[in-house]
């Protein structure tokens, strides 16, 4: 069950403003989404060659990291920090396929987030949406729907998909060590970002996002690659998402553009 019981409409929904969580699903062609998300991700789709393709890549890598952690790795606690509005293959639904006992807990700015997690969780047990800032770990850490139902002095793993270029330059390092801090041994660390890697189009899409939905930041490989300070990446090390652990062959040198817009890690705690 969830541990709010959110309003609907919740009080801060506002219809004539895009909303990352909103955009993001009409990107993906989801229905939670209104006219103003819908031509936000119409117009940024038409200046950013495979911006859909990119999300999607997104989703299906947070599909393999969450199944690689869950079965190879162990791991049976998740706390999804940005977890966007419900869409195919949930955190929750790959992880607990692996091991039905595992905790889920979905953390998220969007209030919608909330109130259509409700919905899909009303019958689950081991599973937890709240609505918070990311931007506020002791916040997050100390929510009761949190600290109550992760147990941190157990490997755990922290989730960062999709998310990270959301924190700004000036809190992105306090934000994700307050994070990384509460982990123990064993635990791991998820993360997928918008990358700069030199093409124009990854810079644009950061300052097409940053414009009109506030935050956006594409980050260099090795500034993805420092927020995993203390942990060991696995195989095979931060990469474009297409290129981690893919279920099939994928060829390095022949990525189309949306395939270069984002790049994915994992890694375990020492
Ligand atoms: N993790 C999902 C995925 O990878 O498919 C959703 C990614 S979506 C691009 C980013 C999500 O982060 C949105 O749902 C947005 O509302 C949320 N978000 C952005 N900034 C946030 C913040 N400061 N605190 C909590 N959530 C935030």
Known sequence: ???????????????DKPTIARAYDALLGGKDNFAVDRALADQTAELI???????????????????YLAREAGMDQFLDLGSGLPTVENTHEVAQRENPGARVVYVD????????????LANNDVTK???????DPGAVLSAPGVKGFLDFSRPAVI???????????????????AYRDVLVPG??????????????????????????????WARTPEEIEAQFAGFELIEPGVTYTALWRP????????????????????????
């Open 247 to 270: 279920d099939g062959p994928v060829d390095p040198g022949d990525l189309a553009p949306g395939e270069q817009l984002g790049m994915a890690g994992i890694a375990v705690k020492l």
């Open 49 to 67: 060659p495979g911006l859909r393709e990119s999300a999607i890549e997104n989703r299906k890598v947070l599909v393999r990291g969450v199944r």
């Open 187 to 216: 635990s791991h660390l998820f993360i997928t970002s918008l990358v700069d890697t030199g093409l124009p189009q990854q810079q644009e899409l950061a300052r097409i996002t940053r414009e009109n939905l506030e935050e956006g």
């Open 1 to 15: 069950m969830a541990d709010e019981t959110p309003e609907w409409p919740p009080a801060e929904l506002d219809f």
């Open 129 to 135: 949406v709240m609505t918070a800032d990311v931007r």
């Open 159 to 177: 989730m960062l998909v999709g998310m990270l270029h959301y924190l700004s330059p000036d809190v992105v390092d306090d934000v994700v060590s």
């Open 109 to 120: 700015i969007d209030p919608l987030v909330s109130v259509h997690g409700r919905a899909l």
